[in-house]
């Protein structure tokens, strides 16, 4: 698949071209920074091979080949990275390497990378992820939770205390909800203390500091130091470990609310996690108030939406299934509160008809939206799990991840699949971008 950028970024592009031909690392590094920046990628993929090197980008989830450059430039460009990061070693070529840069790019935008080395049998590998300060905190009604997953997260962030947990893998929107969170509860009257990896988004109103592993200040040590910082509401960035663990839930248990991230696979898999983590099932649910699975998908461009009739697939057959398990009236609710209409219900359910992008206008000649990426933007699929006293119980009774979260989906929680495919209906995105990123499970 081909990126086709739009005039303002293509030029940028034909500059990152011939400062390659001129064989000049400061223009290409300038070039390409400023290029993913604008065309939205959140990494650079700079990789080499046996006879050439080539840069990708990720925009949307998806990698996109920028140019391809002689393999004898590769490790000048490699080298003047390690130099301007001033944090890795230019001669050490045998080992990974990691570095944390701020820099601005050509068109003013104050970004951090988190770049990372690799030794391959070519060369080494550098992979760089972009972290855009210029972005604005989204609201927390802007990233497409909807209905039930809405209710219970406006009444999970309000209460006093308990842990609430983001997960998923990098990449899936875990920090824009949880600072679209804590945005939603920031108030004069409450102290909120946040402890980062880096410090992504500057808030007014919160207290955020910067963790330095290297000297001993982590996310457990933080978490200690927060509690003799009079806090209301924690933010830990991640909970890597035991002693962080620990700390989060001894914060939970103490009257304050935390919020942190954790990486699984899903919102159920979370109690396996933290159980091999060493926490005790009467302790989980005495601490968890919600954890949040979610992910980023491609949107369809409205300018160029298509119709395609899917009934014969099988992942419209699975999507019939879910649909069928969920309770009539409950069902019906949902529908209504996520404004899908009975034409798009009945387009759906018995046409089987389902919408993909064309890239082409009403001429047949490239969509001026989105430049026949075919996509335009990201929505975000949740699947919020509440630990309600039902929950709790089957925990304190030995029950598994597994049977947690069958009951779960029986009472009728909006998991992942099922967030999307309300999405797929509403023409947000394509059916086969739903199996792409989650799987189908039976009820």
């Not at 990152?16 to 604008?38: C, G, H, K, P, Y």
């Not at 990974?96 to 790019?105: E, H, K």
């Not at 927060?226 to 933010?235: C, E, G, K, V, W």
Request: aromatic share 10%.
């Amino acid at each position: 698949m081909t990126v086709t950028m739009s005039f303002a970024q293509s030029e940028y592009k034909k500059w990152l071209e011939n400062s390659i031909v001129q064989a000049n690392v400061i223009d290409i590094f300038d070039n390409l920074l400023t290029l993913s920046v604008e065309e939205g990628a959140s990494d650079i993929h700079i990789e080499p091979f046996e006879n050439f090197s080539r840069i990708r980008i990720r925009i949307d989830g998806v990698l996109y080949e920028i140019v391809q450059y002689p393999r004898n430039l590769h490790e000048s460009v490699i080298s003047k990275f390690k130099i301007e990061s001033g944090q890795m070693r230019p001669d050490e070529k045998r080992l990974p390497q990691d570095a944390r840069v701020s820099t601005i790019t050509l068109t003013n935008k104050e970004i951090d990378l988190r770049a990372s080395t690799l030794p391959t049998i070519w060369w080494e590998k550098l992979v760089m992820r972009i972290v855009d300060k210029s972005k604005e905190t989204p609201k927390l009604t802007d990233l497409g939770i909807e209905w039930s997953n809405k209710d219970i997260i406006f009444r999970q962030i309000k209460r006093p205390n308990g842990i609430i947990l983001t997960t998923w893998p990098t990449g899936s929107g875990k920090t824009s909800t949880l600072y679209a969170a804590l945005d939603v509860i920031n108030e004069p009257e409450v102290n909120i203390v946040t402890y980062e990896d880096p410090v992504e988004n500057k808030m007014i109103g919160l207290s955020q500091s910067q963790v330095r592993s290297d000297i001993g200040f982590t996310f457990a040590s933080g978490l200690r130091a927060a509690l003799r910082q009079d806090p209301d509401i924690i933010m830990v960035w991640e909970i890597r470990d035991k002693e962080t663990l620990d700390m989060a839930m001894e914060a939970a248990m103490t009257g304050h609310l935390v919020f942190s991230t954790i990486h699984t696979n899903s919102s159920s898999e979370t109690i396996t996690r933290v159980v091999n983590l060493g926490a005790k099932p009467y302790m989980i649910s005495g601490t968890f108030n919600l954890v949040m699975a979610q992910r980023l998908t491609r949107r369809i461009c409205d300018a160029c939406v298509e119709v395609i009739n899917s009934h014969e697939t099988e992942a419209y057959h699975n999507a019939r299934e879910v649909f069928v398990h969920l309770e009539k009236e409950f069902l019906k609710k949902e529908l209504l509160a996520r404004n899908i209409t009975q034409v798009q219900w009945d387009d759906f359910m018995n046409k089987g008809n389902t919408y993909i992008w064309s890239g082409k206008d009403a001429q047949g000649g490239v969509c001026q939206k989105c430049g026949w990426s075919w996509y335009k933007w990201r929505v975000g699929i949740f699947e919020f799990m509440e630990y309600a006293d039902d929950v709790k119980q089957m925990l304190i009774d030995g029950k598994t991840a597994f049977e947690v979260e069958k009951y779960a989906l029986r009472k009728g929680m909006i998991d992942l699949e099922r967030d999307a495919l309300f999405k797929v209906i509403k023409w947000l995105m394509p059916l086969e971008e739903v199996y792409r990123l989650v799987t189908h499970k039976e009820i």
